[in-house]
């Protein structure tokens, strides 16, 4: 890979996509912006040279190709893939339909691994590439009122670790991005944030809390997009490639009690938990 890359970014027609385009393409890098709407992360990123815009629908297959294959068409390859492409599906499990559970995971988790399953033979091809994907701190640490979300984004975790160690024989590093909480639109009512559509007694008065509590966060995230987008530029000039890389103060201190939380679990019940193989010793027979 020379020291200019060809980025190809989803979900860069708002938000953090915006941010990661414009970092990019001021550190000399070539870039392809998508979103649903071109004109739309056209207008948003701003007029450059190195800039290409191309509709892309993460969720339509046949968007994802044609846009995969304008970029190779203007650029030749591509070096950088950045699956940042999503939104929030927020709700307490019962009360979050099936319908808006399958939508959630379509969009969060399908969509990126249609978009890598498209631009992985381009980086095959070219023996290298870097794959950015922008999971959460919900990707590891889930809890109330998160459950579709944090399915979607632990999913990518999974995947995202397989991938891996499986492409990097063909010299294609994979980077799982954790973000705290950020600045963006993702809280914007009708924009990323769709709250559920069912509503069940039960849950009514801790719905209704949780959901002006959400509202009131829109605007007052402490994590400035800008300055994450920038130093994700840097991540990827990295010589070595991390597996992840938590970005903010509160994702790192999350994810660290999440750590020590799953060490705490794992020797909760040794009893129990070992002794389970073939030739293990019954604890129930009597010694000798």
């Known amino acids: 890979m020379t020291d200019s890359h060809v ?25 392809v912006a998508t979103a649903r709407d071109a004109a739309k992360a056209a ?6 040279a190195n800039l290409l815009t191309v509709a892309l629908d993460v969720t339509d297959p046949d968007s994802v190709d044609a846009a995969v294959h304008a970029a190779t068409d203007r650029f030749g390859r591509i070096d950088v893939l950045v699956n940042n492409a999503g939104n929030f599906q927020p709700g307490f499990f019962e009360e979050v339909s099936p319908a808006q559970f399958r939508a959630q995971m379509e969009t969060n ?17 070219q023996r290298s590439g870097h ?21 979607s984004k632990f999913a990518l975790e999974g995947w995202t670790e397989s991938l891996r160690d499986e492409v990097a024989r063909f010299g294609i590093r994979v980077t799982a991005v954790e973000p705290g909480f950020f600045r963006t639109e993702l809280l914007v009512e009708g924009s990323s944030t769709i709250w559920p559509e069912l509503s069940i007694d039960d849950y009514a008065q801790a719905t209704e809390q949780t959901i002006a509590a959400w509202k009131s966060m829109n605007g007052q995230q402490s994590g400035d997009p800008a300055r994450l987008a920038a130093n994700l530029v840097t991540v990827v000039a990295l010589d070595e490639a991390p597996a992840r890389w938590v970005a903010g103060a509160d994702a790192v201190d999350g994810i660290r009690r999440k750590g020590e939380t799953l060490i705490d679990q794992a020797g909760a019940l040794l009893d129990l938990s070992t002794g389970l193989d073939h030739d293990a010793e019954d604890p129930t027979t009597p010694a000798p």
């Open 7 to 31: 980025w190809l970014i989803t979900g860069a027609g708002r938000g953090m996509g915006v941010d990661i385009a414009q970092a990019a393409l001021a550190a000399g890098h070539q870039v």
């Open 109 to 125: 988790f399908f969509g990126p691994l249609a978009v890598t399953r498209a631009v992985l033979p381009v980086m095959r091809r």
């Open 43 to 48: 207008a948003a990123v701003g007029e450059h």
């Open 131 to 151: 794959v950015v994907t922008i999971t959460s701190t919900a990707g590891i640490v889930s809890g109330p009122f998160g459950s579709a979300y944090g399915a």
